[in-house]
Antibody
Framework: EVKLLESGGGLVQPGGSMRLSCAASGFTFTDFYMNWIRQPAGKAPEWLGFIRNKANGYTTEYNPSVKGRFTISRDNTQNMLYLQMNTLRAEDTATYYC??????????WGQGVMVTVSS | DIQMTQSPTSLAASVGESVTITCLASEDIYGSLVWYQQKPGKSPQLLIYGATILEDGIPSRFSGSGSDTQYSLKINSLQPEDFASYYCQNGLSTPRTFGAGTKLELK
């Protein structure tokens, strides 16, 4: 059974940093692209970026809306996915999800973790 | 970026009815359209990908159609558990973009 479990959310001040983690299990982690997606309360999801699989060299792509501030990485020995978020703004407040990729969209999602950027 | 425009924003229907939600892409996405369902407090669930391919375990009352820039999600014989929000998503290119959503409510 595929399981994705995010952690690391909470309250952070504007301008601060936060790292989210996603623990993956139930599938061959290195075979899959992994994504981060966020969703502000009451709004549509927003894709933040992905990190490719082993066959594609674990390279990354980002939404221009967060490129340069957010960094996606993975630890393939621990089946972990990470999202490093820097220079956080109030508009980054959202629920953050990790998700697997089926080449079209996102077939397995974690339960999400809330990030609140506020002073 | 490819913009995805969904309509309607909200929709009220009764159990047993059929409804259709539409999604218009700002450019041809060659059938690379994905639909999700999201219930309050839950993560989105993939329903359909490739415009017409039903994800495993999704009931056959859900169906997708469309091509080029215009796509539709049809739900036949609405069940109580179908009242939720629905989102379309561009699966052709990055950034992967979502429509603003359609909230399906019980009449």
């Amino acid at each position: 059974e595929v399981k994705l479990l995010e952690s690391g959310g909470g309250l952070v001040q504007p301008g601060g940093s936060m790292r989210l983690s996603c623990a993956a299990s139930g599938f061959t982690f290195t075979d899959f692209y992994m994504n981060w997606i966020r969703q502000p309360a009451g709004k549509a999801p927003e894709w933040l970026g992905f990190i490719r699989n082993k066959a594609n060299g674990y390279t990354t792509e980002y939404n221009p809306s967060v490129k340069g501030r957010f960094t996606i990485s993975r630890d393939n020995t621990q089946n972990m996915l990470y999202l490093q978020m820097n220079t956080l703004r109030a508009e980054d407040t959202a629920t953050y999800y990790c998700a697997t990729d089926n080449n079209w969209g996102f077939d397995y999602w974690g339960q999400g973790v809330m990030v609140t950027v506020s002073s | 970026d490819i913009q995805m425009t969904q309509s309607p924003t909200s929709l009220a229907a009764s159990v047993g009815e059929s409804v259709t939600i539409t999604c218009l892409a700002s450019e041809d996405i060659y059938g690379s359209l994905v639909w999700y369902q999201q219930k309050p407090g839950k993560s989105p669930q993939l329903l359909i990908y490739g415009a017409t391919i039903l994800e495993d375990g999704i009931p056959s009352r859900f169906s997708g159609s469309g091509s080029d820039t215009q796509y539709s999600l049809k739900i036949n014989s609405l069940q109580p558990e179908d009242f939720a929000s629905y989102y379309c998503q561009n699966g052709l290119s990055t950034p992967r973009t979502f429509g603003a959503g359609t909230k399906l409510e019980l009449k």
